[in-house]
């Protein structure tokens, strides 16, 4: 034991689980094994800070519901205007574009590709949508839904999981309020997304208006960016969800 005994790590708690009743014992996959360490080391090595807000994605919604009505070939979902909106926000606020070299250096980035993880049967995947700055919201949906139907069927090659400069992971179609994403590795930073629901919103005492709104949980590295840095990111990002045509 060293000074700093509190430190150490304790073995693996082992336990007789067939002791207490019936069990059922299953290898786990090589996927999740692999992205386990990788979560593991990103939990225990990056002093995470978690930051929550929410955007008042009412018009977005509206356009994207008209959008579908008229073109039923792509459909769009709020995700696409995410990352299309992330692409904008990331080149106003480089420190959020950027990664640590382990030499001393901060790599700042000046191309813009998103990752968006995906729910696979063997586990997490994350593949990464380049150049999303330049790329329509069609394009964006198109390339999720392919990247996701490849990562569920045969599995992503690690150049569709390469290079991307921030993660999106989103589990509106489900449900929740918030959650404490953990930061993917050389990134420094990822929206987690939960399900957006309506609310009543006080403008002023004694006047509201019901906002569709989506929560956002921003967990970023606090080495590289501070909290009134997370704090301005989540309110332009909230700026720019709120006025979607700017995004098609
Ligand atoms: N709020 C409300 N509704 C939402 C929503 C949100 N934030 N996000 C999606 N929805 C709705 C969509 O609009 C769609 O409904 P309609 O058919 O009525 O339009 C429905 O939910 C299903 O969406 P989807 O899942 O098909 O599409 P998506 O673009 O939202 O997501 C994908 C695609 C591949 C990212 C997603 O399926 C997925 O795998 N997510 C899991 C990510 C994950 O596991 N993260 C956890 C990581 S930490 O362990």
Redesign the pocket.
């Known amino acids: 034991m060293s000074d700093n005994s509190c430190l150490d790590l304790a073995p693996w708690p082992k336990d007789d689980f067939a002791a207490y009743g019936e069990v059922e014992i299953q290898p786990i996959s090589r996927i999740q094994t692999l992205v386990g360490t990788f979560?593991a080391r990103n939990w225990v090595r990056i002093p995470h800070v978690f930051h929550q807000d929410e955007a008042d994605?009412t018009d977005l919604?509206a356009l994207?519901?008209q959008l579908?009505a008229a073109d039923g070939d792509t459909?769009?979902?709020?995700?696409?205007f995410?990352i299309k909106a992330l692409s904008v926000v990331l080149s106003e606020f480089p420190q959020f574009n950027a990664s640590l070299d382990g030499e001393g250096n901060i790599i700042y980035k000046k191309y813009f590709h998103i990752g968006?993880?995906?729910?696979?049967p063997k586990g997490?995947l994350v593949p990464v949508i380049r150049q999303c700055d330049s790329k329509s919201i069609y394009d964006i949906?198109q390339e999720?839904?392919a990247?996701?139907g490849k990562?569920?069927s045969k599995g992503l090659s690690s150049a569709d999981m390469a290079g991307g400069c921030m993660t999106?992971?989103?589990?509106?179609?489900?449900g929740g309020t918030g959650?404490t994403?953990?930061i993917n590795a050389p990134q420094v930073a990822i929206l987690?997304?939960?399900?957006?629901?309506w609310k009543q919103v006080v403008k002023e005492p004694g006047e509201f208006e019901y906002q569709?709104r989506?929560?956002l949980s921003l967990s970023y590295d606090h080495r590289v960016i501070n909290g009134a840095d997370a704090a301005r990111f989540c309110v332009r990002l909230a700026e720019v969800l709120a006025a979607p045509q700017s995004l098609i």
């Open positions: 979560l994605i919604d994207r519901k579908n459909k769009l979902t709020p995700l696409p995410v968006a993880a995906v729910d696979t997490l949906a999720l839904a990247l996701s990562a569920r999106v992971s989103s589990l509106g179609h489900i959650f994403p953990i987690g997304l939960t399900r957006a629901v569709f989506l929560p």
